[in-house]
């Protein structure tokens, strides 16, 4: 059986003191309007990341991020390429750490040392690169860094989790015949399954996927987001899910965030949102940026920039 | 030969330090490390051979025996060694978080991997039993030579076993069991050549000629195996 998280078990609500601050909280917020979501299923405030900023060098790639995450919610979040979902999601979960702001979980204050500091407090991830090992087989990839041993040797159990992966392998819907081979010989979509699989497996009580569906054929990718849609229904994990096609977005999550200068720009249930706009407000972005390049230009006097 | 080993251990750690810590590339840091202890065993030695303590060039004792003097001493500890870190590699953590990290140092960080820790105590690992090797060889040869030549042969045949056996000269891959393939390929090929009388001069020419022959059909083949799908 799994290892179980030594966080607070995922039914355990808010105190009272504790919603009433979180409440607070939100309330003082000035970005981004805090919103219900209209989902059955979504309870009280799980996960609460504030006033968050991130830079690399001379790069800012988080300046002011608010985000809230409720139990049982599926949160998409959309932003262009380097607009710093990925760091949000590696901050979230220990990889990084933060310049400025702070964290709460369960409404107390979270501070990530590592990812298995993180996975502890029941957070897990699939990383953008998956984070596998090509040399190593599909089920020590899955169990890696969970690895089940034997007592009192600590010898690694392999026949165990060559089971135990199977059989989550199998729940996910994903064909992979054999599990002793190294997951370099496997395709794009295989081994997106393989991360998935084990960050489910593992029983978190928020998991952040980075990505899911890239590299994935129509048919993995379904597969995937119907085991997000089972997830849902359970009821038991909160997921922030990073993603780029719009449609997924509206399909799968119950509220999408969108990141737009290090900010989040967007906070809406996807009941209240269509395609139309949030194609229309990356449209704009677009539009934005190129009028400041083509100023930018034009003020250091260079010959001026004709218009494509 | 507890200090032996312990020096050797503690030249592992810092070179694992520079490696893992300060960020410098493995190739370079030990080559630095090679000539820094060749260096210094000149210095410390006065350009002298010692006897090696507990041996005789006249009668082995037992001790002597066990570690490097017996016929057929070294080849029972690196096949005890082979057998002991193929079964670490296999079943342990440890050797999993080891090919981990020699794959995807990034994506093992992401896993929660502690990948310095892990660089850090297998250049220890690797620097006892290169520690090993050298008592192994100073008690087989009653002394030790500092001489930075002799030493750096034994060097090149142990990179020359680990490479044909397999493993990336960079650092990432390879197996226990291909580097022992690998030396026994390098020694069968020497003994075979002397043994059918090849001229001493010609011993190197052929030796890296078959060297270069084996690699290239071994790179056939593997294109072969993974071409049809049975890799």
């Known amino acids: 059986m799994p290892e179980s998280s030594s966080g607070p078990p995922p039914e355990e609500p808010l105190l009272p003191a504790e919603q009433v601050a979180a409440d607070e909280a939100r309330a003082g917020e000035g970005t981004a309007s805090p919103s219900s979501s209209s989902e059955p299923g979504v309870g009280g405030e799980l996960l609460r990341v504030e006033r968050i900023a991130k830079s690399f060098g001379p790069i800012a790639a988080l300046h002011d991020i608010n985000l809230t995450l409720k139990k049982g919610e599926v949160l998409g979040l959309l932003g262009d390429n380097g607009s710093g979902k990925s760091t949000l999601i590696k901050i979230i979960t220990g990889f990084q750490k933060q310049d400025a702001g702070e964290m709460f979980l369960h409404g107390k204050p979270y501070e990530p040392k590592s990812v298995d500091d993180a996975r502890e407090q029941g957070i897990d991830t699939v990383f953008q690169d998956l984070a596998l090992i090509d040399e190593l087989s599909v089920y020590q990839n899955m169990f890696l860094r969970r690895e089940r041993v034997h007592k009192p040797i600590p010898f690694l159990s392999n026949a165990f989790m060559k089971k135990e992966a199977r059989k989550a392998l199998d729940e996910i819907g994903i064909n992979i015949p054999r599990l002793d081979v190294p997951v370099a010989r496997l395709s794009g979509g295989q081994r997106q399954s393989i991360a998935v699989a084990r960050t489910v497996y593992e029983e978190a009580n928020i998991i952040l996927l980075d990505e899911p569906l890239a590299a994935m054929g129509a048919k993995e990718g379904a597969m995937i987001l119907e085991l997000i849609q089972r997830l849902k229904e359970e009821g038991n994990v909160s997921i922030i899910m990073v993603l780029h096609n719009y449609v997924h977005v509206l399909a799968t999550c119950d509220r999408v965030n969108l990141i737009q200068d290090g900010r989040i720009g967007l906070d809406k249930p996807t009941a209240e949102t269509s395609v139309e706009e949030l194609t229309q407000i990356v449209v704009d972005e677009y539009r934005r940026a190129r009028e400041e390049a083509v100023a930018a230009d034009t003020a250091r006097a260079a010959p001026p920039t004709p218009a494509r | ?231």
Not at chain 2, 3 to 26: E, K, P, Q, Y
Request: glycine share 14%; with cysteine; charged share 10%.
């Open chain 2, 1 to 231: 030969m507890i200090l032996a080993l312990l020096g050797s251990c503690i030249i592992g750690l810092v070179n694992g330090f520079f490696i893992a810590v300060v960020g410098i590339s493995s190739f370079v840091a030990t080559f630095g490390m090679l000539f820094t202890i060749s260096g210094l065993t000149l210095v410390i030695s006065h350009s002298a051979p010692v006897g090696t303590p507990g041996t005789s060039s006249l009668h082995v004792e037992t001790f002597a025996k066990i570690f490097g003097g017996g016929t057929y001493s070294e080849l029972i500890w690196a096949l005890a060694i082979v057998v002991l870190l193929q079964l670490v590699l296999t079943f342990t953590r440890w050797g999993i978080y080891t090919v981990a990290v020699g794959g995807n140092r990034l994506g093992s960080a992401e896993a929660g991997v502690r990948v310095r820790l892990v660089l850090i105590r297998n250049f220890v690992l690797c620097a006892g039993l290169a520690g090993l090797v050298g008592v192994l060889e100073a008690v087989r040869t009653v002394t030790a030579t500092p001489d930075p030549s002799g030493s750096n042969e034994i060097l090149f045949q142990a990179i020359a076993a680990a490479v044909i056996g397999g493993t990336l000269l960079l650092g990432g891959s390879g197996t226990v069991v291909g580097a022992l393939i690998g030396a026994l390929f390098l020694g069968i090929l020497h003994d075979g050549l002397i043994i059918k009388g090849v001229s001493a001069d010609y011993l190197d020419l052929y030796l890296g000629l078959a060297i270069i022959l084996v690699m290239t059909i071994n790179v056939f083949v593997q294109k072969v195996r993974t071409g049809s799908g049975l890799a």
